[in-house]
Antibody
Framework: QVQLQESGPGLVKPSETLSLSCNVS????????WSWIRQPPGRGLEWIGY???????NYNPSLKSRVSMSVDTSKNQFSLKLNSVSAADTAVYYC????????????????????WGPGTLVTVSS | DIQMTQSPSSLSASVGDRVTITCRAS??????VAWYQQKPGKVPKLLIY???TLQSGAPSRFGGSGSGTDFTLTISSLQPEDVATYYC?????????FGGGTKVEIK
């Protein structure tokens, strides 16, 4: 059974870059799409972006100018970078897995989120 | 972008009641909708995908329906352990948007 585990600093200063990794164990990172999702304290869920191991990432337009994601197949992990953070980026950050649906050729898209990491709280504060 | 409008934002019902939560998409999204349950302080858990398919291990009192723009999550007989916030999510196209959530409490 796949397990996901987020890791990274719990405190980031305003204007700096938030960096998180998600380690995937119990399954290959090459068979699914992988997303980052965040939840500010007391609020709802916000999808940040998804990536496939050999495809271009897809980011939430509201964050696109500040986000980058990457995959390291040798470590079976994927990563998130969010730059120029502010207090509004304080949230629990989750990594999650999605099965993929491919319809003809190389057109594939992620489906529902069937496995989640436990989440990591990142606080933006000086 | 396609928006997901979820209602109500909160509800209170008695144990054994039938509970219905709805999600409306701003455009047709086939049946590409999932529902998640998030208990206080816990990780969201997949309940339903493809609008009506029960995730393995989810209790059978949870059911989903709908296609196109209107979707429903039903709890056939509310139990104390169902106290949680429920989210719909669409995956028809990016961005993979969540609804605003419905907080379910016991009366």
């Amino acid at each position: 059974q796949v397990q996901l585990q987020e890791s990274g600093p719990g405190l980031v200063k305003p204007s700096e870059t938030l960096s998180l990794s998600c380690n995937v164990s119990g399954g290959s990172i090459t068979s699914y799409s992988w997303s980052w999702i965040r939840q500010p304290p007391g609020r709802g869920l916000e999808w940040i972006g998804y990536i496939y191991y050999n495809g271009s990432p897809n980011y939430n337009p509201s964050l696109k100018s500040r986000v980058s994601m990457s995959v390291d197949t040798s470590k079976n992990q994927f990563s998130l970078k969010l730059n120029s953070v502010s207090a509004a980026d304080t949230a629990v950050y989750y990594c999650a897995r999605s099965p993929r649906y491919c319809s003809g050729g190389s057109s594939c898209r992620p489906l529902h989120f069937d496995s989640w990491g436990p989440g990591t709280l990142v606080t933006v504060s000086s | 972008d396609i928006q997901m409008t979820q209602s109500p934002s909160s509800l209170s019902a008695s144990v054994g009641d039938r509970v219905t939560i709805t999600c409306r998409a701003s455009q047709v999204i086939s049946n590409d909708v999932a529902w998640y349950q998030q208990k206080p302080g816990k990780v969201p858990k997949l309940l339903i995908y493809a609008a009506s398919t029960l995730q393995s291990g989810a209790p059978s009192r949870f059911g989903g329906s709908g296609s196109g723009t209107d979707f429903t999550l039903t709890i056939s007989s509310l139990q104390p352990e169902d106290v949680a916030t429920y989210y719909c999510q669409k995956y028809y196209s990016a961005p993979l948007t969540f609804g605003g959530g419905t907080k379910v409490e016991i009366k």
